[in-house]
């Protein structure tokens, strides 16, 4: 994007395409103008926000929570000599992973179970050419990638997935690269919002002239026709280089959002991290197990000792000053936590997941307690496809590219360019149990009432295919089948003791 002041001082910005960027012959300024990304934070942010993914939290590097070095002293019974023994304090510090919690639960309902194709067509042409495609799809492991693709932009805010051909085993292969340590990745869209550049940066090793050069710093840029390496400043001999022969497109998707999906609990995470940790140092320095003396403690074992034996002597009386009759140790009791604590505890862990996605463990603990019907599920997660409905707006597009790739791949290998033109769909698969079978019943009620056509109806099912559904069709519309789509129905004749020989209920 350039920026231009017209007389008026007025600022106006000009998108322009990655190829008038590329004509600048200059590498720096054309990376400068290619690194673009939707996502507000900055490189050290999103690697920070990776970090706490990895359980990465504040409180490990709280001065305020080091280990101490403690000196036991240690009297020698017969020589009655002093020594000391060191040994560490340790203090609880328990980084609680919620963020992977959260990128689990958000990445299952998106991609959890994968995606089923939808088709339609009568066509015969286009249903031998989807076929083709089917089998090209079922081969690649593009299922595999979009799930990974998912759950690294809910960690590191983007990801892209490269399709390459591999000629040896005729698949379609699916490269997932995503922000790490030695990766970078940024696109750049043209002035109509359509991805036209892809640019990733990392650091490789390579063996030149028998010599081997490692951490190069490496550029390539990827067009929908041709892709540059650049290693450091300077343009890698033989490059730029065509993309494979017969494609028509860039052949990357590119998944983005603005924040990582933990974003905005970090601080609740931390909060809870330290509550935990203080309660569990609470449990560990008394209750596991602590003693209470009744009397004067003379003597007690050693920490290692193997049978312990504490030496108690009776207090004296607060009157005649003499011994009182009784000295004994107890465990010290504690009643539990204050309702103050246990009542933060608690709302931490509700407002993380209110702001993001719920714990799915809750769905066992319903479950045990009673019969969950998969109505009730879906009202217990209504907030939750709220909030992927939502992102689904964006992955609805990203995944139809994939799909458009796919089409343009399997064109250039198979030589059939109607598989471009083919109209092909997608269905999400939910991860929670499945209400196929109320939908079956749903629809066949609507056949039998003839609220719609068994051709809609099965069309409606992803487990039919265009052929069954044509064959389906036929069916339906055989004139002996008239409008009950040749199933006889039982008459008012028809009683238990006299079934319907020709019918259902025939033997």
């Known amino acids: 994007m350039a920026i231009r002041r017209n007389r008026t001082g007025t600022i106006n910005f000009i998108i322009m395409t990655a190829e008038e960027i590329l004509s600048l012959k200059n590498i720096q300024q054309e990376l400068s103008l290619l690194k673009n990304n939707l996502s507000p934070l900055s490189d050290s942010q999103i690697r920070s926000g990776v970090r706490f993914y990895l359980n990465h939290h504040d409180i490990e590097n709280d001065p305020n929570l080091a280990d101490e070095l403690i000196k036991e002293k240690i009297i020698d019974p ?46 015969q042409k286009d249903i031998d050419s989807y076929s083709k495609f089917v089998e090209m799809w079922n081969k690649s ?18 990801s892209l997935v490269q399709f390459m051909y591999e000629s040896d085993s005729e698949k379609v292969k699916c490269k997932v690269i995503y922000e790490d340590g030695n990766y970078h990745i940024y696109r750049h869209k043209d002035e109509n919002g359509r991805m036209d550049a892809i640019v990733v940066t990392y650091l490789r090793d390579k063996i030149e002239g028998g010599v081997l050069h490692q951490n190069v710093d490496t550029t390539e840029i990827y067009l929908k026709d041709r892709w540059y390496r650049y290693e450091g400043l300077f343009l890698v001999k ?12 860039l052949l990357f998707a590119y998944f983005e959002q603005e924040y990582p999906e933990f974003w905005f609990v970090m601080e609740l995470v931390n909060k809870q991290d330290y509550a935990r940790s203080q309660h569990s140092d609470v449990n560990t320095r008394i209750g596991n197990p602590a003693m209470v003396v009744n009397g004067e403690l003379k003597k007690k074992p050693l920490i290692n000792d193997a049978l312990k034996i504490y030496e108690i002597n009776p207090k004296k009386g607060t ?12 465990y010290l009791e504690v009643k539990g936590a204050p309702e103050s604590v246990k009542l933060e505890l608690e709302n931490n862990e509700r407002d993380i997941y209110r702001f993001t996605y719920p714990d799915l463990y809750s769905l066992i603990n319903k479950a045990i307690s009673g019969n969950l019907s998969s109505k009730s599920i ?88 265009p052929d069954v559904v044509n064959a389906i069709k036929e069916f339906d519309t055989d004139p002996k089948a008239g409008q009950t789509g040749g199933v006889e129905i039982p008459t008012d004749k028809d009683t238990d003791e006299n079934p319907n020989q020709d019918g259902v209920n025939g033997m």
């Open 78 to 123: 017969e020589t009655k000599k002093t020594t000391f023994r060191t040994y560490v304090k340790k203090r609880t510090k328990l980084s609680l992973p919620y963020p992977q919690q959260i990128v689990m639960t958000c990445t299952a309902f998106i991609m959890g179970k994968g995606i089923n194709l939808v088709f339609n067509s009568e066509n």
């Open 141 to 158: 492991n593009i299922i595999s990638a979009l799930r990974e693709a998912a759950k690294r932009t809910f960690i590191g805010t983007r």
């Open 238 to 249: 033989g490059f730029p280089k065509k993309n494979p022969e017969g494609t028509t497109k």
């Open 319 to 330: 009157v005649t000053d003499t011994p009182s009759s009784t000295a004994d140790m107890k």
């Open 378 to 465: 879906m009202l217990m997660f209504t907030h939750v496809f709220a909030k992927i409905a939502e992102k689904q707006t964006i992955w609805d597009d990203m995944i139809r590219r994939c799909i458009s790739i796919m089409e343009d791949i399997c064109a250039a290998i198979t030589g059939d360019d109607n598989v471009r033109n083919l109209n092909i769909d997608f269905k999400y698969n939910s991860i929670l149990p499945s209400s196929t079978d109320d939908l079956v019943k749903m629809l066949s009620i609507a056949v039998g009432s003839h609220l719609t056509t068994y051709e809609r109806a099965s069309s409606q099912l992803d487990f039919n295919d």
